[in-house]
């Protein structure tokens, strides 16, 4: 009966929880599902300042390294955390999915982006819903990362706009409307078949509109000191060689309860 | 110093839970001792192997989590031979309580 207590409750144990989230997160990384309640949503790209190098550690304690990151380089950052008072981050460089770890965060300068660009022209914006038809547009649709900024961060193609199994009926939505020192009009998409972004209203299929904004960046980099190829990992070998210990003592006490029994 | 107490901290866990586990398995005296010391003789050494592969060197923790599981029920398994009744009954149950009630409390 006491056996068959023990294992009922180690069935009832068994759990299984299964969580999606739309945002990034390490696809294998121990440290952070263990420290993931602590972590805060950052979802934001940086850049390693000019100047700087910036390490990729496997974890922040007890890591490697395991590449340095040269000026310049784009870094996606899905989260971060305090460890030993320091911000830690994790993500990855765009385009480089592989090399996802973690990283100092004072070292890398958030790039100005749609919240910014949301917060300091907040009086040019209106909560405007609209919609381009898709096979109306006549070409593929070119999204911003905001008005102005020059970098496209995505197209909408032609040919998946105007299928008949597109998405949402072939309308291209957007929720809000920036009206440029021009007189440009923008509509900022807040999702549509992955893609996220401002288009420009007035010619969606323009790859390069003429507009040009130079937004003030805020210094976000406050760890300027070289960064050495120092591994966070604490002295295995010494850890290792205590553990050596213990194994030995325990294993000469068994055997003398074992003798002992006998 | 910043392995350690997670390190100690997870094995107290573990022989906190295996303990109430070889009691109502009907455990007593010197085989609960028996208990205590093949954990302390295992867990130990399982969580800094793991860290290690997984934290340190990245590798993905299934593998490691599977052999390691493993190769401390063989251990156990060993010890507690000749000792008890049904012993890799015993420490395969003990085992997988303990990692499934970790696993729990974690997410809690």
């Not at chain 1, 982006?113 to 040019?124: C, L, T």
């Not at chain 2, 455990?27 to 192997?49: D, G, Q, S, Y």
Request: net charge negative; hydrophobic share 45%; charged share 15%.
């Amino acid at each position: 009966m006491k056996k068959l207590f023990c294992i009922l409750m180690t069935v009832m144990l068994l759990t299984v929880g299964v969580s999606a989230d739309v945002l990034w997160e390490p696809y294998d990384n121990d440290y952070y599902w263990k420290h993931y309640q602590q972590a805060s949503t950052v979802a934001a790209v940086y850049e390693v300042p000019d100047g700087l190098t910036v390490n990729v550690y496997t974890a922040p304690v007890g890591g490697k390294c395991i590449k340095t990151l040269e000026e310049g380089t784009a870094v996606y950052v899905g989260f971060s955390l305090k460890e030993n008072g320091e911000i830690w981050a994790t993500g990855y460089p765009l385009g480089d999915f592989e090399t996802e770890g973690w990283f100092r965060l004072g070292r890398l300068q958030k790039r100005y982006s749609h919240e910014e660009f949301v917060n300091d022209n907040a009086d040019q914006i209106a909560a405007e819903e609209g919609w381009l038809v898709a096979s109306e547009v006549g070409g593929t649709i070119y999204t911003w990362t905001y008005p102005g900024s020059g970098v496209s961060d995505g197209i909408l193609e032609e040919e998946l706009l105007s299928s008949g199994s597109d998405y949402n009926d072939g309308m291209v939505s957007y929720g809000l409307v920036y009206t440029d020192p021009d007189g440009g009009r923008w509509g900022y998409i807040g999702y549509h078949m992955g893609h996220v972004g401002w288009m420009y209203l007035d010619d969606p299929t323009d790859p390069g509109p003429a507009l040009q904004l130079h937004p003030e960046v805020v210094n976000t980099v406050t760890d300027t000191a070289p960064e050495e190829d120092m591994t966070t990992a604490p002295a295995y070998g010494k850890v290792f060689a205590a553990v050596g210990v213990v194994i030995a003592i325990t294993a000469l006490l068994i055997v003398h309860i074992r003798k002992k029994q006998r | 110093m910043s392995l350690l107490l997670p390190m100690a901290w997870t094995l107290a866990l573990t022989l906190v839970l295996e303990l109430v586990f070889a009691l109502v398995w009907g455990l007593r005296r010197e085989k609960l001792l028996m208990v205590l010391l093949m954990n302390i003789l295992t867990n130990p050494a399982a969580n800094i192997l793991y860290s290690f592969m997984t934290v340190y060197l990245g590798w993905s923790k299934c593998l490691p989590a599977v052999v390691l599981e493993t190769a401390v029920i063989a251990v156990e398994g060993l010890c507690c031979r000749g000792f008890m009744d049904r012993p890799w009954s015993f420490v395969i149950l003990v085992n997988l309580f303990s990692y499934t009630a970790g696993l729990l409390l974690q997410t809690l």
